[in-house]
């Protein structure tokens, strides 16, 4: 009876002295009995020993702290490992002061919601010191639960997946690794980063493997701690839920042996793809510079900067390093810099290409209009003095041909027997003017008609046909259109009767005009022909065959 009425005084004491003593005391007795619940008693043996020996050390720190600390007594009165801490705290102790509604200044409140190093671990400091009292020092007391709670959720899904001695060195290392050791009890946000971060990757386990009835809470858990990380730090769940993703994408590449190689194939893919971004090329290399940095900042410290003569070898060397190392960056930066803009120049160079190619096709087109609306008027002309009936005949063929004409001039491919039938309208205009003088035939072979070329590519040649041709024999005569298809190739050939001995013959404009739009359009793979023989003149037309348009 006496024994439990003496530890009551020590509790009591000590919870008068620091409450938060006695809940980490009692929190670590319930962590060590969760951890080694269900195992073998040698491995349970084995984790207690981890956990006892972690809690020891981590205790003896902050004890350290408390009694051999220099505190900054303009300020606050307690000690810290790190600066940050101190801010941490006295913005947790504001916070929770406007809690309590107890009076303070101006400069003290706004601070205390200030945007820079807005996290919601102040709320949760500031709700834990509304529970115990201000506890600068049990704050640590609480990341060191925090982070070994999350070790042992991590030690509980390692185990389940790759057995006990896996998971018995990730533990030890978890909680004895010297950089972790510091950070586990400092009284920062990295301790409660660290068991959202455990906990929400033990949900998406219960969401992917666990039973059917617990995969809703898994998923509710996933959500929940991403929504937490998300308020904890910027950018916090988008790692969390790339990390996620990495690890289930891996867990289905490495169940076949063939999926591993496809997996980085994807991966490499899809970080190109991600590469080619600005945002992402510019975040990519701030963090390869930001890192660079950190680095040869370690390197400097470590090494220092005021050196005895003895040590200027070492320092001056590392120096070099240090120059040969930015400049390797720098000229890794610039070759990457110079390929895109050869790239981009190169996309450059061809949209102009195209765009002069498509001006120089609307400039031609344009040329055509003209020519062949003043030489239909003069024909309208010459019909006026001798047949107005006729002449009105011509104007609304004429009409009616310059309406399909400016309609399908405006696409940029046709089917060759839209064209033919273009250049036979063309023809029955003239017709009206020329009467039995002016016989037409057009033939277009098997499946020739359906192929694509440009609009108004006959009409000059057949206006040359009858112009330089019929016009010029008092019989007159036959215009004939002859196209057939080979392969991959549509030849065309345009044929008329002449008269020798006419100062009318020749090419004409109109032909020069179809020889530059094919030249525009195709390139070197098509091509334009005239030959006189046996009394007729034959232009030809060969082009390349291109798909249809869908």
């Not at 600066?83 to 205390?112: C, H, K």
């Amino acid at each position: 009876m006496l024994i439990a009425v003496l530890i009551g005084i020590v509790v009591g004491g000590v919870y008068t002295l620091s409450p938060m003593t006695v809940w980490f005391a009692l929190g670590a007795m319930a962590l060590l009995r969760i951890a080694v619940h269900g195992f073998p008693v040698r491995e349970q043996r084995w984790i207690a020993a981890l956990l006892v020996g972690a809690f020891a050390i981590r205790v003896a720190m902050v004890g350290a702290l408390f009694l051999f600390g220099s505190p900054d007594r303009i300020y606050v009165p307690f000690n810290v490992f790190f600066g940050d801490e101190q801010y941490m705290i006295v913005r947790a102790l504001r916070m929770r002061a406007i809690w309590l509604g107890l009076p303070m200044r101006y400069d003290a409140f706004t601070e205390a919601f200030e945007l820079y190093g807005r996290t919601s671990y102040l709320q949760v400091l500031a709700l834990l010191q509304m529970i115990v009292g201000p506890a600068p020092y049990g704050i640590h007391l609480f990341n060191i639960l925090l982070y070994t709670a999350g070790g042992i959720v991590l030690h509980r899904i390692v185990r389940h997946a790759y057995g006990a001695l896996p998971a018995l060195g990730s533990l030890a290392f978890l909680l004895f690794l010297p950089s972790m050791l510091l950070w586990s009890t400092a009284a920062l946000k990295e301790s409660f980063n660290f068991i959202i971060v455990v906990s929400t990757l033990g949900a998406t386990v219960l969401a992917v493997r666990g039973p059917a009835k617990w995969r809703m809470i898994g998923a509710i858990g996933v959500v929940a701690g991403l929504g937490a990380l998300q308020t904890l730090r910027d950018g916090a769940a988008a790692i969390a839920v790339a990390g996620l993703v990495a690890g289930l994408i891996g867990a289905v590449a490495f169940q076949r042996a063939w999926r591993v190689p496809v997996a980085l194939v994807v991966i490499l893919v899809a970080g190109g793809i991600a590469l080619r971004q600005p945002r992402v090329q510019a975040s990519a290399m701030m963090f390869v510079w930001s890192a660079a940095g950190r680095l040869w900042w370690q390197l400097l410290s470590r090494t220092g900067f005021e050196m005895p003569a003895s040590t200027v070898g070492p320092m001056t060397l590392l120096l070099g390093l240090g120059a040969l190392g930015y400049l390797l960056a720098v000229t890794v930066h610039y070759v990457f810099q110079a390929s895109e803009e050869s790239a981009a120049s190169g996309r450059r160079a061809l949209e102009l290409q195209i765009a002069h190619r498509d001006a120089e096709l609307r400039a031609l087109r344009a040329q055509i209009d003209p020519h062949f609306l003043f030489n239909s008027l003069n024909s309208v002309v010459g019909l006026m003095t001798s047949d107005v009936t006729q002449a009105r005949a011509m104007c609304l063929k004429l009409a009616e041909f310059l309406r399909d004409s400016l309609t399908l001039g405006r696409e940029s491919r046709i089917t060759l027997a839209r064209e033919v039938s273009l250049a036979e309208q063309y023809l029955g205009v003239e017709r009206i003017r020329f009467g039995a003088r002016l016989a037409v035939t057009a033939s277009v072979a098997g499946d020739a008609g359906h192929v694509p070329v440009p609009p108004l590519i006959l009409q000059p040649l057949v206006e040359n046909a009858v112009r330089h041709g019929i016009a010029t024999l008092i019989e007159g005569g036959l215009v004939a259109i002859d196209a057939t298809k080979a392969g991959s190739r549509i030849f065309i050939v345009v044929s008329n009767p002449y008269d020798a001995d006419s100062r009318r013959g020749g090419t004409g404009f109109g032909v020069d005009i179809v020889r530059r739009r094919l030249a525009a359009a195709f390139g070197d793979t098509a091509a334009l022909t005239a030959e006189a023989a046996d009394g007729r003149y034959r232009v030809s037309v060969t082009m390349p065959v291109e798909e249809p348009a869908t």
